[in-house]
């Protein structure tokens, strides 16, 4: 209930997109260790309420797992897999350690659901520029510690 509750308040606010993660309270960097996660069918759950929720289907819900640090690689694979079987808009496997992990990731995933990558300095994700993330298959990228000056 509260999902749909925050979905359809954000969305009348003017959200594009709202991002749902599966890190229990509180809530973790991506990049830092010592991470919980709650149950992947609760996330499902959580997710299927917030497609429900939404009135226009030009917003987003963003589908985030955190289980690349907790689980490695094999638990964040299955976890992205429930979420895009879920229906998410988009996925966001956080904290991509390697080249080896990207491949994998897209081999699976790339023409299913679009795939997003967060670079931060001093993160675990190896730093690339939004044209090599592209042509590796990535739809949308955020450098949150960046800045720009005009």
């Known amino acids: 209930m509260n999902v749909m509750r925050s979905v359809r308040m954000l969305e009348r606010s003017g959200a594009n997109a709202i991002q749902l993660e599966d890190q ?3 809530k973790r960097c991506g990049h830092l ?6 149950p992947t ?3 499902v759950g959580k997710l299927k309420a917030a497609l429900d929720a939404r009135h ?3 917003t987003l819900v963003i589908g985030r797992t955190d289980a690349l640090a907790v689980e490695g690689i094999d638990g964040a694979m299955q976890r992205a897999r429930a979420y895009r079987d879920a229906g998410v808009d988009l996925l966001f496997i956080e904290g991509i350690r390697s080249d080896t992990d990207i491949e994998r990731i897209m081999t699976e995933f790339r023409g299913q659901v ?3 990558a967060n670079m931060v300095e001093g993160g ?3 730093l690339q520029n939004a044209a090599a993330l592209q042509a590796q298959g990535f739809s949308l990228v955020i450098f949150p510690g960046a800045w720009y000056v005009p």
């Open 114 to 116: 679009p795939i997003m």
């Open 124 to 126: 675990d994700t190896p």
């Open 41 to 43: 069918a609760e996330m």
């Open 24 to 26: 229990t309270y509180p």
């Open 56 to 58: 226009s289907d030009r």
């Open 33 to 38: 260790r010592g991470k919980t996660l709650v």
